[in-house]
C-alpha cells in the first residue's frame, strides 16, 4: 500500500484519514522564509490578504468544534456560519476549506521559492520545486486479483451453507 511519505514516520495521514491535507514541510519552511522576509514583490497589501485567508481556510477546516487529542475545547467559527449563513449547511465536509488554505498559501511559497532563487540562483529554486514535487509524490496503491473459486475464505463458505442467513456485511477496519 502507497501512501504519504510521511505516514510511517510521523503515524498519520493514512488513505483518506478524514481527508487530511498536509501541505508538507518543504512548503512549510518556506511560508517561514516569507514571513520573515519584508519588501518583497508582494506588497504588504496583498501578503496580509494571503495570510488572512490561509488564516481563516485553515480554522475553518476545523470542522464546527475544536478539539484537542479528541478533547471538545470549544465551538469553533464554522459552527456559526453553519448556523446564521444560509446555504452554508450545504458544506458537508469542512475539511475542504484546506483548498483555500492551499491556494492561499501556494504565491507564499511561490514567493520563498523565487527568494531562494535569487539568493542562491536558479538551480536552488528549481531544486526546492523538484523538492515540493517529490515530497508530495503518490505512487498509486498496487492491485491485488479478487481470489478465485478454490481462495475463498472458509468462514464465507461456511456462511454460504447456512439456510438462515440471507445478508452478511464485511465491514473494513484499520484496527
Do not use: K, M
Amino acid at each position: 500500500r502507497a501512501g504519504s511519505p510521511y505516514e510511517a514516520w510521523l503515524g498519520t495521514a493514512n488513505l483518506n484519514q478524514n481527508a487530511a491535507h498536509f501541505l508538507g514541510f518543504v512548503p512549510l519552511l518556506l511560508l517561514g522564509l516569507v514571513a520573515l522576509r519584508r519588501g518583497e514583490r508582494l506588497r504588504p497589501l496583498d501578503r496580509g490578504f494571503f495570510w488572512a485567508l490561509a488564516a481563516g481556510a485553515f480554522v475553518l477546516s476545523l470542522g464546527p468544534e475544536l478539539r484537542l487529542d479528541g478533547r471538545y475545547l470549544a465551538p469553533a467559527p464554522y459552527q456559526l456560519l453553519y448556523d446564521f449563513v444560509p446555504g452554508f449547511r450545504n458544506v458537508r465536509y469542512p475539511e475542504r476549506f484546506a483548498l483555500f488554505l492551499a491556494l492561499a498559501l501556494a504565491p507564499l511559497v511561490g514567493l520563498g521559492v523565487a527568494l531562494l532563487a535569487r539568493r542562491f540562483g536558479p538551480r536552488a529554486g528549481l531544486l526546492v520545486a523538484l523538492l515540493i514535487y517529490a515530497e508530495h509524490l503518490a505512487l498509486p496503491t498496487a492491485l491485488v486479483p479478487l481470489p478465485g473459486p478454490d481462495g475463498i475464505p472458509s468462514a464465507y463458505r461456511w456462511l454460504g451453507q447456512q439456510a438462515d442467513v440471507r445478508v452478511v456485511a464485511g465491514l473494513p477496519s484499520s484496527r
